[in-house]
Each structure stands twice: as structure tokens, then as C-alpha cells.
């Protein structure tokens, strides 16, 4: 989950209409549609959404719905919709399993349907299995014929064509065909034998003695090199990588990209440039003294400062941009470009945009404001520099990226690097310029309230719109999870919820009156198999929160491992769950970036900011007496299990480390240490629901006593050795019980 800046408030509507609930037929339509007009929420009461939120949600879907004659009117369409199409946009279906696609044509008209294979190749599916009675749509009469799809055909991404001919007269239709995997199995070496453990860390705070105040891909290398080689690890999963604003300020929360398709050049060791090492003069002086500078900020305990890192490494990016490459790095680099195509130079040239005219498109000049069209040409010539500066560095940092993957790899990882995919983006982003078509307009993407937010969420960023996505062949949703996949051993999909259902927040509405959209959640869980299968890599889905339990099957039923936090790990009578009866397909980890670290945790950091933001709808004390119960049921566990001494529940190294041997009792597959308890930290690196309130996202790795912790001191650290020998089982200390 994420935090992020809330749009600011409009007026509200009056109470008697925010209170008044939907009608029978606003409800149909809502339902046709995905919109939910009630639901469950955290504490299992029946909530009914307000008309107001309804109607707001549906006319950011482009659904008219203010009045009794638009919401029959707007059911009409709805019910016809499918009937005035030959083909739908796009059919995804399992492998192996029966499904089958409708075509709609003329009455009397002759239909011929043929699948076009992505590798080549084409599989005729003309054998109709039933027809429909027709019916008259919009003046004419439309029938329906109903083709099976083959069980065997290729994974992949393919075409489906229909040669419809009627009387004197023949049309053609396409759509797209997606064959996904029935499961995606995990790696043999994860799948069997001990589960493998790994690191999980916010990449940003993991500063080196060579990296420029802010961690690297050259850091992340190394810290993979040292936990696979030195302590066994079996991968590092970090924070979302993606691009923020190239302007300053620079956004801190990893969470809040401007796009989740391209990674962000903070990130970029720049010494690791090939053709830095072809640097001479005062060119090479001015970025060797500008390297020293920023150095000397890594050991330095004050809060991140992103946007000097940024303007530092710019300025020394635009130099060695300019340097002459070789014929083969120059080849490397068109190729590059050509398999980017488009998508890299439209986000580009936001970016060149961005540096002249500011980071919100909405203000731009009106020619500017949509990716394509003269004015947009034009000025992509003017800066044809910065818009070639802006794709080489994507090309720089995926270099970088495949070369951490490698280093993990090479030190013996099962996995290597475990990327985030974040939820969504910053509504005025590179994202939302380039993907208009695809993003729903008046609404952000937040969280009803819960235990541990009480008064919802809004992370200001705007979803998908389920029917555009599917409309463009879910191409946009394809091409990104392919960048964060090519050079990784697994993804972690941050509120994978959000494949079934996201919560949309009405602008100017508070995150409490939102309500659920459903998302077609068999293609984007099979989009997201089938590009995990290309990639070789592992699934793990952050399905915490207030998750429906079918929900949890289904991702399991498709090979995608859940995740398993342990203070959140409760039976149905609130009592610690036994840790071998814990899910077998998920990650197992103590805490989360959105929790304080552990010793944080056990000293009630979590409440002590709540409760200083305001952030709590029960009283202090009635939080701090829950908190309190929870914890203390925990170290009960502990101790009648033999993994604490008795006496030592105060001891708070200890019982870190026995909360980390719980871990290693589950069956989960893959078992995570968080970097901040291997330090001793007791800070939150993120306190959901916040923005400036807090310094999300901005402190630097420390111990306990709030000292930085630079990466060559983890590795003299006996905490480090402590921690993965528990997690990893490797102990004489065997559980009791």
C-alpha cells in the first residue's frame, strides 16, 4: 500500500444526498458496469455506497447516471453493447481449458473465424458450436455464433479474425487473443526442499561509501553478491524502481511514479557508465568533484534528499551522455530504442516537456496536453536532445538493472531480485499523459478504512478504466509488466487486490466514500502469469487488508504466492496462527514497509505516530490495550514454543530473533528478513494515509540509536548471520512444541 499527497476538497453535496441510497435500476447498471453499491467492510458490517459516489464513479466510466432517464438509457446501451461488435476487444483464456468466443453478425450472413498465432502460423476455428436467435439492434437484425476455442493452442499473444459476408458485401474483424498459462509453477529450486529466504529492502536507503546519498543499482549488486554468497540468501526484494518527475522537487514516495513502466535514473551508478571511463579534463574533474559531494551525504544521518541527488546526477548524466560510443554500444543502444519503440519515446518526451513547461501536463499549452498531434511533434524536434538524453538513460539503467540480476545469479541466489510493481501513478504524470485512453478521469485510487487506517485511504492516483484496458488489447498493462519483468527473478504486485477490485475515490469526496470497481481479474492475473512465465520469474501478490477470502484461492489456484505478515497472522478466535498451519504459497515475512521494523513494532511506534497524526478513531488507550494484547499473545507463542527463553520477552534482540524462527517453522515458500531489522532500526519507513505529515520514504538506513548503517557495514555485522541462520532454519535452537 502507498501514501500520497489528497486532492484538494470541493464542496460536498448536500447530506440528504449523500446518504440516499441507489436505486434498482441505478444498481443494475452499476453492476453491468462492475460498481459496487455495497459492501463489507473491515469490521463485517453491510455498507450501502451512496448514490452520489455511484453516479460520480460510473460518469468517470463515461456512464450517465444523474437522472432516471440516463440510467435507462445508459442500461439500454450497456445490454446492447455487446451485440453491436463482431468480436469482443479481447478473449483471455486459460490453457488447457474449454472456452469459446461469440461473434455477432448480420442475420443470414456466413462467418468464417481463424486464430493468427503469434509465432506464425494460423488455426481455423470456423466449426460454429450454437447459434442464437437473433435479435434487432439498433434497426437490424443481429445474430450470434458461438466458436470453440482450442484447448492446445500455443501460449502467447495472439489474433483472432472474422470474414463475415453477407449478401453482395464482406467485412473483416480482429481482436486480441491472449492464451495464458493454467498455473504458473515455481522454480524447481523454490518449489522444493527448504524454503528460500531472501532480504527485503528500500534500495533508496542502502547507501554505499561509493554511491552518490542515495543506494544504486551498483548497491543492490552488491548486496545481492553478499547475501547470496556470505549468508545463502535466495533473493533481495526491493521497493518499486519506477520513474519519478525529472523536475525538482523530487517525489519521495516510491510509490507515486509518474510511470511504472520506466525505472528512475536516481538509481543509475554513474561511474558504471562505460563511457565514463573516457572522460579527460575538466569534464572529468567537475563530475569527480561533484561525486565526492555527494558521497560525503551518505554518511550523513539527516533525511534523503532526492532531488540534490537528482540534480547532481544530471548534470554528470548530460556530460556522459554526450560522449562518443562505440560502434557495438551504439548498436546495443538502437536496439534498445527499437524494442521500446513508441512507449519509451512518448514518455521521453514528457520528460522534456516536464523541464520546460512544469510536471502537470493538465497546464500545459493546449496543444501539449495530449501525446500526439502537431504541437507535440514539433516540440519533440525542438528538444530532440533531451528527448535522446531521457531514452539513453533508460537504456543506461536497464544495463544497470541486468547486471544486479546477473551479480544475484552469480552468488548462488535462487531468485536474485524480487522488483515491486506499484499500484498506480501520479495523476499528472508521464503515465497518465501518454494513456489517456486508458485512465479514468475524476476519480483516485485509495483504501475503505481498516484497522490500521480508520479513516480510508486516497493515494491520488487514477486507475485503470477496465474497459479501455480491455479495449486496448491490454497492451499498456503488457508492456509494462514486461519492463519490470525482463531483468527479474520475481515481482511483487503491491495490493494485488487491485487485480479484482480497486476502491475509486470520487474527487473531492473523502476516501470513506468511495466504493469497489471490479476488474476482469481472469485476464489480468493470466497477462500477469503468462509474462512471469516468459520472464522465468516468481508471483508474489500483497494480498493484505480487507482481501475476500475466494480471492486468495484464485491466486494460489493460478501459482501466484500471497503474503503472510506475522503480527497479522490471526485464527478465527484472534489467537496467533500456528505457524504450521500458515499458507504454503506466500512470502512469510515479520513486518512490512508500511509497519514500523520490529523492535519499532514492539515498542508501540506504530500507535505513537497514529495517535500524533490523528490518524485513530478509538481512543489512545483502547488502541495501546489491543496492541498490547496482540503483541503479548505473540510472545506467548514464542516462549511455549521454545523459540524465547522465558524471562525474556523484554529483551528485544531476542525476541526479534524468535520471531524470525517462527518464520522459519511455516511452510511458506519464501520466507523475507527486512533489512531494518538486521540493523536494529526502529523507525517507519512509511506511515500509510500521510504525506508531509511524516518523512516517508526519506530516512536513511540506521541502527537502533539512529546512526547510519552504510552497506559495507552490514557486512562485518554478526546481526546479519544471526538473523538468516534463524530464518533459515539453520540453528541448534529446534522449536518444543
Same mark, same amino acid.
Given at each position: 500500500?502507498?501514501?500520497?499527497?489528497?486532492?484538494?476538497? +470541493?464542496?460536498?453535496?448536500?447530506?440528504?444526498?449523500?446518504?440516499?441510497?441507489?436505486?434498482?435500476?441505478?444498481?443494475?447498471?452499476?453492476?453491468?458496469?462492475?460498481?459496487?453499491?455495497?459492501?463489507?467492510?473491515?469490521?463485517?458490517?453491510?455498507?450501502?455506497?451512496?448514490?452520489?459516489?455511484?453516479?460520480?464513479?460510473?460518469?468517470?466510466?463515461?456512464?450517465?447516471?444523474?437522472?432516471?432517464?440516463?440510467?435507462?438509457?445508459?442500461?439500454?446501451?450497456?445490454?446492447?453493447?455487446?451485440?453491436?461488435?463482431?468480436?469482443?476487444?479481447?478473449?483471455?483464456?486459460?490453457?488447457?481449458?474449454?472456452?469459446?468466443?461469440?461473434?455477432?453478425?448480420?442475420?443470414?450472413?456466413?462467418?468464417?473465424?481463424?486464430?493468427?498465432?503469434?509465432?506464425?502460423?494460423?488455426?481455423?476455428?470456423?466449426?460454429?458450436?450454437? $447459434?442464437?436467435?437473433?435479435?434487432?439492434?439498433?434497426?437490424?437484425?443481429?445474430?450470434?455464433?458461438?466458436?470453440?476455442?482450442?484447448?492446445?493452442?500455443?501460449?502467447?499473444?495472439?489474433?483472432?479474425?472474422?470474414?463475415?459476408?453477407?449478401?453482395?458485401?464482406?467485412?473483416?474483424?480482429?481482436?486480441?487473443?491472449?492464451?495464458?498459462?493454467?498455473?504458473?509453477?515455481?522454480?524447481?529450486?523454490?518449489?522444493?526442499?527448504?524454503?528460500?529466504?531472501?532480504?527485503?529492502?528500500?534500495?533508496?536507503?542502502?547507501?554505499?561509501?561509493?554511491?552518490?546519498?542515495?543506494?544504486?543499482?551498483?548497491?543492490?549488486?552488491?548486496?545481492?553478491?553478499?547475501?547470496?554468497?556470505?549468508?545463502?540468501?535466495?533473493?533481495?526484494?526491493?521497493?518499486?524502481?519506477?520513474?519519478?518527475?525529472?523536475?525538482?522537487?523530487?517525489?519521495?514516495?516510491?510509490?507515486?511514479?509518474?510511470?511504472?513502466?520506466?525505472?528512475?535514473?536516481?538509481?543509475?551508478?554513474?561511474?558504471?557508465?562505460?563511457? &565514463?571511463?573516457?572522460?579527460?579534463?575538466?569534464?572529468?574533474?567537475?563530475?569527480?568533484?561533484?561525486?565526492?559531494?555527494?558521497?560525503?551525504?551518505?554518511?550523513?544521518?539527516?533525511?534523503?534528499?532526492?532531488?540534490?541527488?537528482?540534480?547532481?546526477?544530471?548534470?554528470?548524466?548530460?556530460?556522459?551522455?554526450?560522449?562518443?560510443?562505440?560502434?557495438?554500444?551504439?548498436?546495443?543502444?538502437?536496439?534498445?530504442?527499437?524494442?521500446?519503440?513508441?512507449?519509451?519515446?512518448?514518455?521521453?518526451?514528457?520528460?522534456?516537456?516536464?523541464?520546460?513547461?512544469?510536471?502537470?501536463?493538465?497546464?500545459?499549452?493546449?496543444?501539449?496536453?495530449?501525446?500526439?498531434?502537431?504541437? +507535440?511533434?514539433?516540440?519533440?524536434?525542438?528538444?530532440?536532445?533531451?528527448?535522446?538524453?531521457?531514452?539513453?538513460?533508460?537504456?543506461?539503467?536497464?544495463?544497470?538493472?541486468?547486471?544486479?540480476?546477473?551479480?544475484?545469479?552469480?552468488?548462488?541466489?535462487?531468485?536474485?531480485?524480487?522488483?515491486?510493481?506499484?499500484?498506480?501513478?501520479?495523476?499528472?504524470?508521464?503515465?497518465?499523459?501518454?494513456?489517456?485512453?486508458?485512465?479514468?478521469?475524476?476519480?483516485?485510487?485509495?483504501?475503505?478504512?481498516?484497522?490500521?487506517?480508520?479513516?480510508?485511504?486516497?493515494?491520488?492516483?487514477?486507475?485503470?478504466?477496465?474497459?479501455?484496458?480491455?479495449?486496448?488489447?491490454?497492451? *499498456?498493462?503488457?508492456?509494462?509488466?514486461?519492463?519490470?519483468?525482463?531483468?527479474?527473478?520475481?515481482?511483487?504486485?503491491?495490493?494485488?487486490?487491485?487485480?479484482?477490485?480497486?476502491?475509486?475515490?470520487?474527487?473531492? &469526496?473523502?476516501?470513506?466514500?468511495?466504493?469497489?470497481? &471490479?476488474?476482469?481479474?481472469?485476464?489480468?492475473?493470466?497477462?500477469?502469469?503468462?509474462?512471469?512465465?516468459?520472464?522465468?520469474?516468481?508471483?508474489?501478490?500483497?494480498?493484505?487488508?480487507?482481501?475476500? *477470502?475466494?480471492?486468495?484461492?484464485?491466486?494460489?489456484?493460478?501459482?501466484?504466492?500471497?503474503?503472510?505478515?506475522? $503480527?497479522?497472522?490471526?485464527?478465527?478466535?484472534?489467537?496467533?496462527?500456528?505457524?504450521?498451519?500458515?499458507?504454503?504459497?506466500?512470502?512469510?515475512?515479520?513486518?512490512? &514497509?508500511?509497519?514500523?521494523?520490529?523492535?519499532?513494532?514492539?515498542?508501540?511506534?506504530?500507535?505513537?505516530?497514529?495517535?500524533?497524526?490523528?490518524?485513530?478513531?478509538?481512543?489512545?488507550?483502547?488502541?495501546?490495550?489491543?496492541?498490547?494484547?496482540?503483541?503479548?499473545?505473540?510472545?506467548?507463542?514464542?516462549?511455549?514454543?521454545?523459540?524465547?527463553?522465558?524471562?525474556?520477552?523484554?529483551?528485544?534482540?531476542?525476541?526479534?530473533?524468535?520471531?524470525?524462527?517462527?518464520?522459519?517453522?511455516?511452510?511458506?515458500?519464501?520466507?523475507?528478513?527486512?533489512?531494518?531489522?538486521?540493523?536494529?532500526?526502529?523507525?517507519?519507513?512509511?506511515?500509510?494515509?500521510?504525506?508531509?505529515?511524516?518523512?516517508?520514504?526519506?530516512?536513511?538506513?540506521?541502527?537502533?540509536?539512529?546512526?547510519?548503517?552504510?552497506?559495507?557495514?552490514?557486512?562485518?555485522?554478526?546481526?546479519?548471520?544471526?538473523?538468516?541462520?534463524?530464518?533459515?532454519?539453520?540453528?541448534?535452537?529446534?522449536?518444543?512444541?
Amino acid at each position: 500500500m502507498t501514501d500520497a499527497p489528497r486532492p484538494a476538497a +470541493v464542496p460536498s453535496a448536500p447530506e440528504s444526498a449523500r446518504s440516499e441510497a441507489p436505486s434498482p435500476e441505478l444498481v443494475e447498471l452499476a453492476a453491468a458496469h462492475g460498481v459496487a453499491t455495497d459492501f463489507w467492510d473491515w469490521q463485517g458490517r453491510h455498507t450501502v455506497v451512496t448514490r452520489e459516489s455511484v453516479e460520480a464513479v460510473l460518469a468517470a466510466l463515461g456512464v450517465a447516471s444523474h437522472t432516471a432517464e440516463s440510467v435507462r438509457a445508459s442500461l439500454a446501451d450497456a445490454r446492447l453493447a455487446p451485440w453491436r461488435r463482431t468480436l469482443p476487444a479481447t478473449v483471455v483464456v486459460r490453457a488447457g481449458r474449454p472456452s469459446e468466443v461469440a461473434v455477432h453478425l448480420p442475420h443470414g450472413s456466413s462467418v468464417r473465424l481463424r486464430a493468427d498465432l503469434e509465432d506464425g502460423g494460423s488455426v481455423d476455428l470456423s466449426q460454429v458450436d450454437r $447459434w442464437v436467435e437473433p435479435r434487432w439492434i439498433d434497426g437490424e437484425e443481429v445474430g450470434e455464433a458461438t466458436f470453440a476455442i482450442p484447448v492446445g493452442l500455443p501460449l502467447g499473444w495472439h489474433r483472432l479474425v472474422a470474414d463475415v459476408g453477407a449478401t453482395g458485401e464482406s467485412s473483416t474483424a480482429t481482436g486480441t487473443l491472449v492464451v495464458t498459462p493454467d498455473r504458473l509453477d515455481l522454480p524447481s529450486a523454490v518449489a522444493d526442499g527448504p524454503a528460500t529466504w531472501g532480504l527485503m529492502a528500500q534500495l533508496y536507503s542502502v547507501r554505499s561509501r561509493r554511491s552518490w546519498g542515495h543506494g544504486d543499482l551498483d548497491d543492490l549488486a552488491e548486496l545481492a553478491r553478499w547475501a547470496g554468497q556470505d549468508l545463502g540468501a535466495g533473493f533481495v526484494l526491493v521497493n518499486p524502481l519506477h520513474a519519478p518527475s525529472p523536475t525538482v522537487p523530487v517525489e519521495a514516495s516510491p510509490y507515486l511514479p509518474v510511470t511504472r513502466r520506466f525505472v528512475s535514473p536516481l538509481y543509475i551508478r554513474v561511474e558504471a557508465v562505460p563511457e &565514463h571511463a573516457y572522460l579527460t579534463g575538466a569534464v572529468r574533474s567537475e563530475i569527480e568533484r561533484t561525486a565526492l559531494l555527494q558521497r560525503a551525504m551518505s554518511a550523513s544521518a539527516s533525511l534523503l534528499d532526492r532531488s540534490a541527488v537528482w540534480e547532481a546526477k544530471r548534470s554528470a548524466l548530460t556530460m556522459l551522455h554526450v560522449v562518443p560510443r562505440s560502434a557495438g554500444r551504439e548498436a546495443d543502444y538502437r536496439a534498445f530504442l527499437a524494442r521500446e519503440g513508441d512507449g519509451l519515446v512518448d514518455f521521453a518526451t514528457w520528460c522534456a516537456l516536464a523541464e520546460a513547461h512544469g510536471d502537470d501536463w493538465t497546464t500545459w499549452p493546449d496543444g501539449l496536453r495530449a501525446p500526439h498531434g502537431p504541437a +507535440v511533434d514539433e516540440a519533440r524536434q525542438e528538444l530532440a536532445d533531451r528527448v535522446d538524453f531521457f531514452c539513453w538513460l533508460q537504456w543506461v539503467v536497464d544495463e544497470q538493472l541486468a547486471a544486479a540480476q546477473d551479480r544475484a545469479c552469480a552468488a548462488g541466489m535462487a531468485v536474485g531480485v524480487v522488483h515491486d510493481l506499484a499500484v498506480g501513478v501520479h495523476r499528472h504524470g508521464a503515465d497518465t499523459w501518454a494513456l489517456q485512453d486508458v485512465m479514468a478521469r475524476g476519480v483516485t485510487v485509495g483504501a475503505p478504512p481498516d484497522a490500521f487506517n480508520q479513516v480510508g485511504q486516497d493515494w491520488s492516483q487514477p486507475p485503470w478504466r477496465p474497459d479501455r484496458l480491455a479495449a486496448a488489447g491490454y497492451a *499498456p498493462y503488457r508492456d509494462m509488466l514486461r519492463t519490470v519483468l525482463r531483468h527479474a527473478g520475481g515481482i511483487r504486485v503491491d495490493h494485488a487486490i487491485g487485480l479484482f477490485r480497486l476502491w475509486w475515490v470520487p474527487e473531492g &469526496h473523502s476516501a470513506a466514500e468511495g466504493t469497489y470497481v &471490479h476488474y476482469d481479474h481472469e485476464a489480468l492475473v493470466g497477462i500477469l502469469a503468462l509474462e512471469a512465465w516468459r520472464a522465468g520469474a516468481v508471483v508474489v501478490g500483497e494480498d493484505l487488508g480487507t482481501v475476500e *477470502p475466494w480471492a486468495r484461492d484464485y491466486l494460489a489456484d493460478r501459482g501466484l504466492l500471497g503474503t503472510s505478515i506475522l $503480527w497479522f497472522e490471526r485464527d478465527d478466535r484472534g489467537e496467533p496462527r500456528p505457524t504450521e498451519s500458515w499458507r504454503r504459497l506466500c512470502l512469510a515475512a515479520v513486518t512490512t &514497509h508500511d509497519l514500523p521494523p520490529s523492535a519499532g513494532y514492539l515498542a508501540g511506534e506504530h500507535i505513537r505516530i497514529r495517535e500524533s497524526l490523528g490518524l485513530l478513531t478509538r481512543s489512545v488507550s483502547e488502541e495501546r490495550a489491543v496492541d498490547e494484547a496482540d503483541r503479548s499473545s505473540w510472545l506467548r507463542l514464542l516462549v511455549d514454543r521454545g523459540w524465547l527463553p522465558a524471562g525474556a520477552e523484554h529483551d528485544v534482540d531476542a525476541v526479534v530473533l524468535a520471531l524470525h524462527r517462527a518464520l522459519a517453522a511455516t511452510p511458506s515458500r519464501l520466507v523475507a528478513v527486512a533489512l531494518t531489522d538486521v540493523v536494529g532500526d526502529v523507525r517507519a519507513m512509511n506511515q500509510p494515509g500521510t504525506d508531509d505529515e511524516y518523512p516517508n520514504w526519506r530516512y536513511p538506513l540506521a541502527g537502533g540509536d539512529g546512526s547510519p548503517v552504510l552497506l559495507e557495514d552490514l557486512f562485518t555485522l554478526a546481526r546479519a548471520r544471526q538473523l538468516a541462520d534463524a530464518v533459515a532454519g539453520r540453528e541448534v535452537v529446534r522449536p518444543t512444541g
